[in-house]
């Protein structure tokens, strides 16, 4: 594709000219449409593209025009679940090449974006949530590394700056010129909760927003089925979903808690099973139920990785699903548990 020619020649690569076609097109040949890269690899490309677009935010951010940037990526979120919600969901909880809070963006926008379709929003309506997903905590960059550091109980000094984030980033957003009030009151309302135990401004009950509501229960998800520096292992999602579940009707939306189990499964896609036989598979739809799952093994009985991995059937004897198993113990397969989504 001629975009994807001129990108490579300014990072210095060379072609001959000889084995492109240059031959004219009629005046009434339409041109070739542009194809979209598999939703999978769409995603992987946008969490690279959103790492560069937060440093060059918090850094320069009068060399790019944030509004329309970041709502181009949200449009592409978008896109990418309407084509392939497994993908959506797998792509940023597989990841393994951008930083914790950049994968942990992404993840909170494909589920900001699958719930509120189920609310009933619009696409319009959407989009500026899906945007305060992707930039919700753009306050906290600069103090992840030290927040990092700390397992257990934050310092003092370090807690309170921690918690005025979302207000630092929808200031930074508004001096970078986004204008959306939904947008920055979504980012600046994103850890409000509904018993008013939340922060910065302490809201309670009504006033706290829908799409904060919403983003409250994304993040909270993808922050706790996230590896961590100081924590090797993350919560399994039926895990993570337990404990969002014990807090509907105190912190959290019970509306939006059962949406979220209702589009991500006990079941996720990413997560990883021991079956029966001994193999190690990955789960490739949302599914409450194990024996319904759609799983692909990357580990053969042997304890080898497969080349290709192998769709199991979970209701038959032997494939059953008999243990979770922690995505961190199988780093070694991920180019092989990609395929599953990305042949």
């Given at each position: ?112 974006e699958l719930i509120a379709q189920s609310k009933g929003l619009d696409a319009a309506q959407r989009l500026p949530l899906v945007c305060a997903a992707l930039t919700r905590d753009l ?193 070694t397969a991920a180019a092989s548990i990609r395929q599953v989504w990305a042949p």
């Amino acid at each position: 594709m001629p975009d994807q020619i001129s990108r490579l020649l300014l990072r210095g690569a060379q072609y001959d000219e000889a084995e492109i076609d240059t031959r004219p097109r009629a005046s009434n040949e339409p041109a070739p449409a542009p194809e979209d890269p598999p939703p999978f690899e769409h995603l992987n490309t946008l969490l690279l593209n959103l790492k560069h677009m937060l440093g060059t935010m918090l850094k320069s951010p009068e060399q790019i025009d944030i509004s329309a940037r970041i709502g181009k990526m949200a449009q592409a979120v978008q896109s990418i679940c309407h084509k392939d919600i497994d993908s959506a969901l797998a792509a940023p909880c597989l990841d393994t090449h951008t930083p914790y809070i950049v994968a942990h963006q992404m993840m909170g926008a494909v589920l900001t974006e699958l719930i509120a379709q189920s609310k009933g929003l619009d696409a319009a309506q959407r989009l500026p949530l899906v945007c305060a997903a992707l930039t919700r905590d753009l306050g906290q960059i600069k103090l992840q590394p030290e927040l990092d550091k700390h397992p257990g109980q934050l310092p003092e000094d370090l807690h309170a700056q921690m918690r005025q984030h979302p207000q630092l980033g929808a200031e930074l957003l508004e001096q970078a010129g986004v204008t959306d009030k939904v947008w920055l009151e979504t980012v600046r309302s994103h850890h409000e909760h509904l018993d008013g135990s939340g922060y910065p401004a302490g809201l309670r009950g009504e006033a706290v927003g829908l799409g904060a509501r919403i983003l409250l229960v994304a993040d909270r998800y993808s922050a706790m089925i996230r590896t961590r520096p100081y924590r090797a292992q993350a919560h399994f999602p039926q895990n993570a979903l337990k404990e969002i579940y014990l807090k509907k009707d105190t912190e959290i939306d019970n509306e939006i808690a059962r949406i979220l189990i209702s589009k991500v499964g006990l079941l996720s896609p990413g997560t990883l099973v021991r079956l029966k036989s001994g193999e190690i598979a990955v789960v490739k739809s949302p599914t409450v139920k194990s024996n319904a799952a759609i799983v692909y093994s990357i580990y053969g009985k042997s304890g080898m990785i497969l080349s290709t991995p192998m769709r199991r059937n979970t209701a038959q004897p032997g494939h059953e699903i008999i243990a979770l198993v922690p995505f961190a113990d199988c780093l070694t397969a991920a180019a092989s548990i990609r395929q599953v989504w990305a042949p």
